[in-house]
């Protein structure tokens, strides 16, 4: 199967598919972590009508998300311009999409999603909810709930890579996706 993984700097997610034998790509502005194999430094927009099979988009979440709605009356178009961005991605020419975010304005101005999942339902001790708007997709069955969850996240200190240190994928998780959607 033909993977795009949007909006993926760390490789994670493009990497568990690549494992379970498919031709997965991720597509970033920023450079991958884990080398150029398989990433495409661009726009995404760019790329969506390439023949792909499924979507895995992870769009940025500073405009969007809930956890940061006390600046929200201060960038209302730079939200307009995320949420336009969301609706590219769900429109794409992609016969299967996964839309992952953390609990955000996409449920109000879109659709709720399909499934709200925890990192601690896939291995890892930690609450985070993240939010799957699937198209074609089924909704991920936990594979290894654990006990001991901490919220590792929102605990983070600042720093000048925050948001990347908080965007960064769990490898619990992408195995399932590759496992369960591949």
Known sequence: MKVLVACEFSGVVRDAFIAQGHDAWSCDLEPCERGIHRHLQRDVAEVLDWGWDLMVAHPPCTHLAVSGARW???KQWKQAEALAFVGVLLAAPI???ALENPISIISTHFRKPEQIIQPWMFGHGETKAMCLWLQGLLPLTPTDMVEGRANRI???PGSKN???NRSRFYPGVAQAMAEQWG
């Open 72 to 74: 929200f009356k201060d």
């Open 95 to 97: 016969p299967k999409i």
């Open 154 to 156: 929102h605990m983070m």
């Open 162 to 164: 925050q948001a990347k």
